[in-house]
C-alpha cells in the first residue's frame, strides 16, 4: 500500500463566521461546528475556545487529543468504521492540518482524565503545548452515565476533526511524505540482506472506558491481528479510553506513531519493516495467554527477525508486555519493549509489575510517579475542580499561591509508550 500525507502548516486559530484554511490560519465558524456537535442530544452544551503555545493557559480535565485530516484521494474515509463507512484505508493521499489538534475536554470519570498546560514547567512533558489547540469543553444532559457520556465526548472530537480536516482538500500542502508497504514476498526480495522487523503494538482494552476501537470495533473483542502500518495514518484506530494521562495513547498518538514513522523512515536502509501486529491488553489470565499466543505465532508466520513492543498503561498491562516479550523471544526473536515506569516518588520501587530476563532490552518514557509543581496559569480552559482527584493528584495539592502539585501522572502524554514525549533514561 502507498499512502502519500500532504502537511498543510496551521500557526493560529481563529473563531469567528467562517470555516476555511487561509495560508497557514484556520478559521472556524463556531455556530456551524456547535450545530454539527450538539446533534448528539447527550450533550448539553459545548464552549469553544483557543490555547496557544507559550500561553499563560491551562486545559484541564482532558479526555482526548486529535489530529485533524482528510482523505483527498485512495478508498474510504477519515476514521473509518466510526465516522466514515467501513473501508480499507492507508493508500491513496491523505491531507493533514499539521501543527494544531481537537482537544476535547470535560469531566467522564474524574479520576482519569488529565492536564496540558501551555507554558511553564508542565508544558515540558507534553507535546500538546506546542499544537495550537481548538479545545471543545462539554457539559453532559442531566443524569447520563459516565460510558455514555465517553462515547459522545468521542463522537464529537472525532466529527470536529473530520469537519475541519475536510477543509483542506483542495489546499496545496507545504510538505508530502509518501509511506508504501509492500506484501511479504516482494519485500523479500526488495530487500534481501535487510533484517525483517516487525512492531507489535498492544492497545488498552480492559474493560468498560478503557477501550481501542479498529475500523470500529472494540479491540476487547478481537483477537491478534495484522494491520498495514500506512492504515493508522488515516485514522484506523482511535483512543477511547480513560486511563492515565501520562501514558494513555490519545488518537493524536495513533495518528502520528512515532514507532511507525522511525521504521518507515530506517525501511530499506538498514532495516526491512516487515510488518504490524496489534493485540489487546486483558484482565482474565486466559485471554492474556490466548492473545500473547497469537502475537508470537504472527511473528513466526511473518518470520521476523527482531520486534517492537509497546504497551498502553501500566500495572495489569505490564503481565501483557511480558508474556508478549517472553514467548517472542521463545521463537528466536529478539525483542525491544517500550513502557514507562511507576517506581514510586523516590524511583527505588520495582518500575514494573511483572519482569522477566527475556526483557532485556528496554526503553523507558521516564517515571511516572515524578513529582512536579505547576504554576497558576492565567487562564483556566475546563475546570480546576478534578485537579486532586484525577490519578497523580492528591488530597490538599492546591498551594496558596495557586500552583498544583502533582505526580507527572496526571499530565497528558508525559511518558507516553510509543516514545511521543522527552524522557527516557541511559
Known sequence: MKLTIGNIRITDIVLGEQSAVTGSTLKVNVKELEALILE????????????????STRITPVKDVIEPRTKVEGPGGMFPGVVSKVATVGSGRTHVLKGMAVVTCGKIVGFQEGIIDMSGPGAEYTPFSQTVNLVLNFAP?????AHDYEHALRMAGLKSAVYLGDLAKDVKPDEEIVYEFAPMAKGIEKYPGLPRVGYVQMLQSQGLLHDTYVYGVDMKQSLTTMICPTEVFDGAIISGNCVSACDKNTT??????????????????????????ITNE???????ERSSDWTAKLVAMLD?????????????PDTDLIMNCKKIEALGVPTVIITDEYA??????????????AANAVVTGGNANEVITLPKMDKVIGSLEYVDVIAGGFENNTNADGSITVEIQAII???NELGFNKMSAR
Open 40 to 55: 448528539d442530544e447527550r450533550i448539553a452544551s459545548v464552549c469553544f475556545d483557543v490555547a496557544k503555545p507559550g500561553e
Open 141 to 145: 444532559v442531566e443524569g447520563l452515565a
Open 252 to 277: 493524536y498518538h495513533h495518528q502520528n506513531s512515532p514507532v511507525v514513522e522511525d521504521l518507515f523512515a530506517r525501511h530499506g536502509v538498514d532495516l526491512n519493516f516487515a510488518g504490524m501486529i
Open 282 to 288: 486483558n484482565v482474565y489470565l486466559a485471554d492474556k
Open 304 to 316: 521476523l527477525d527482531g520486534v517492537i513492543i509497546s504497551q498502553e498503561g501500566f500495572g495489569n
Open 344 to 357: 514510586g516518588r523516590d524511583g527505588t520501587s520495582q518500575s514494573l509489575a511483572d519482569v522477566d530476563a
Open 413 to 415: 502524554g508525559a511518558t
